[in-house]
T-cell receptor, first 117, second 115 residues
Framework: EAQVTQNPRYLITVTGKKLTVTCSQN?????MSWYRQDPGLGLRQIYY???????DKGDVPEGYKVSRKEKRNFPLILESPSPNQTSLYFC????????????????FGDGTRLSIL | GENVEQHPSTLSVQEGDSAVIKCTYS??????FPWYKQELGKRPQLIID?????GEKKDQRIAVTLNKTAKHFSLHITETQPEDSAVYFC??????????????FGQGTILTVHP
């Protein structure tokens, strides 16, 4: 089954304790992206990757790191989490940028709810 | 960078009525405009999209219109049903820009369809 898998799905942690949210896709997609979703603010792009070893900032990259060492994985790293990073996070992937292609649009994971106390 | 404004933030309609959600964008170079539906507790899913070379696109009860001059686009849902209740997001993308991977979303509209 084609899917984007995020782990963990839920996490409660404390300020300053480094954490990593993993994202893995099994569709051989070149493009992967991270978004955060907050009430009243919609979805905001954190980082994206057009291909292996190619990453770029989205609109809200501060406080986050990413890496793309292999095609299927795109982890999101919070080196020193703070309460303002409490949010719902989505990873997404597609063959060709955020537009996908005519048959396969950008596919989202199920989301990771982070609470940072 | 791109800025997308979406209105209204909440919309309540009776079953069978039409619903319209509007978005404006700031970057005149944006040329791809998708709409996503997110049901409660679920992931966003693409429901319809439009590119800047067309003014309107329709898929059964859903249609999207684009006015490039005014830099706004709208989602139209006709004959609404309770299962249309969800959060809807618009987005804008510049497929010809140097930041090809960027996608900017609106703030979302909570649509409630009352039986």
């Amino acid at each position: 089954e084609a899917q984007v898998t995020q782990n963990p799905r839920y996490l409660i942690t404390v300020t300053g304790k480094k954490l990593t949210v993993t994202c893995s896709q099994n569709m051989n997609h070149e493009y992967m992206s991270w978004y955060r979703q907050d009430p009243g603010l919609g979805l905001r792009q954190i980082y994206y990757s057009m291909n292996v070893e190619v990453t770029d900032k989205g609109d809200v990259p501060e406080g986050y790191k990413v890496s793309r060492k292999e095609k299927r994985n795109f982890p999101l790293i919070l080196e020193s989490p703070s309460p303002n990073q409490t949010s719902l996070y989505f990873c997404a992937s597609s063959f060709l940028g955020p537009t996908g292609n005519s048959n396969q649009p950008q596919h989202f994971g199920d989301g990771t709810r982070l609470s940072i106390l | 960078g791109e800025n997308v404004e979406q209105h209204p933030s909440t919309l309540s309609v009776q079953e069978g009525d039409s619903a319209v959600i509007k978005c404006t964008y700031s970057d005149s170079a944006s040329n791809y405009f998708p709409w996503y539906k997110q049901e409660l507790g679920k992931r966003p899913q693409l429901i319809i999209d439009i590119r800047s070379n067309v003014g309107e696109k329709k898929d059964q009860r859903i249609a999207v219109t684009l006015n490039k001059t005014a830099k706004h686009f709208s989602l139209h849902i006709t004959e609404t049903q309770p299962e249309d209740s969800a959060v809807y997001f618009c987005a804008a993308h510049n497929a010809g820009g140097t930041s090809y991977g960027k996608l900017t979303f609106g703030q979302g509209t909570i649509l409630t369809v009352h039986p």
